[in-house]
């Protein structure tokens, strides 16, 4: 079983739990604890949905590269696309203080990932949005 | 996604198992707006059988916890475990939504 899998994840539904589906296969190839499937999901769904609420002011289908490298006792998910520059990490973090009458109902996806995952780094390379998040295999 | 009803009492008391994420959570906000257009608005949601839950599966509970209000009710969740009790716990939800270790303690307490 290769150390790497890529995926090119079509901008709709669909497409994404087929993605979700062949990127569960390789995790259990590569005999991944429970807790980091779960973490390598929740990147993946988040991470792409994202990505197709806000790179993009067409409605035309666009292709994510995906990659998914198991190496040195971590996980490392990239994502690239070529929509319009934007850096989730500069997106606020859910108010702490809100309440549930007043509180949004979105903006928790990168909140989340940023949270649960061991280092998410953005950069705008070459015309194209590079996210790359590890998982620490650590205390797997 | 598994989503079942029982009534206990006044209470209804939701069984969740499986996934709730993207493609599954419309389908239980569906299922909850059409227990409350029958009178229901005083909720447990058992989460032990729940393996995935992602921020459209809080969206969702969000959205149903607001309508059950909105009607004098209340939604509660129980029995959370592992990765989706650190989701509800980074997320804020466990501060937004009462949530209780065990069915006992939220029928005790809902």
């Known amino acids: 079983m290769s150390e790497i899998l890529n995926l090119t994840v079509e901008t709709n539904s669909a497409r994404l739990a087929e993605s979700i589906n062949r990127a569960n296969a390789w995790f259990e190839a590569h005999d991944l604890s429970e807790r980091i499937v779960y ?3 929740l990147v993946l769904e988040e991470v792409l949905t994202n990505i197709n609420k806000y790179a993009f002011d067409d409605d035309e289908i666009h292709d994510v590269e995906v990659r998914l490298r198991h190496e040195q006792g971590q996980l490392l998910i990239e994502f ?13 973090p859910p108010d702490p203080n809100r309440s549930l009458d007043r509180s949004e109902a979105g903006g928790l996806g990168i909140h989340l990932v940023r ?6 780094e953005y950069q705008r390379e ?12 650590g205390d797997a | 996604m598994d989503i079942t009803l029982n009534k ?21 906000e569906k299922k909850m707006q059409e227990w409350i257009g029958q009178g229901e608005t005083r909720f447990v949601v058992d ?3 729940l393996d995935y839950i992602s921020s459209a599966g809080l969206r969702s509970l969000m959205v149903v916890a607001k309508d059950a209000r909105a009607r004098g009710g209340e939604l509660v969740c129980c029995a959370l475990k592992g990765v989706v009790k650190q989701v509800f716990d980074v997320s804020g939800f466990s501060a ?6 065990s069915m006992d303690d939220a029928t005790k307490g809902g």
Do not use: C
Request: glycine share 10%.
């Open chain 2, 96 to 101: 937004l939504l009462p949530v209780y270790g």
């Open chain 1, 115 to 120: 949270k649960l995952a061991d280092t998410v």
């Open chain 2, 47 to 49: 989460f032990h059988n």
């Open chain 1, 80 to 92: 690239k696309d070529d929509g319009k520059e934007f850096n989730p990490l500069l997106s606020p």
């Open chain 1, 39 to 41: 973490l390598a999901n």
């Open chain 1, 126 to 137: 070459q015309g194209k949005n590079v996210l790359r998040v590890r998982i620490s295999l």
């Open chain 2, 8 to 28: 206990s009492g006044q209470l209804a008391i939701v069984l969740v198992g499986g996934r709730m994420d993207t493609l599954s959570a419309p389908e239980f």
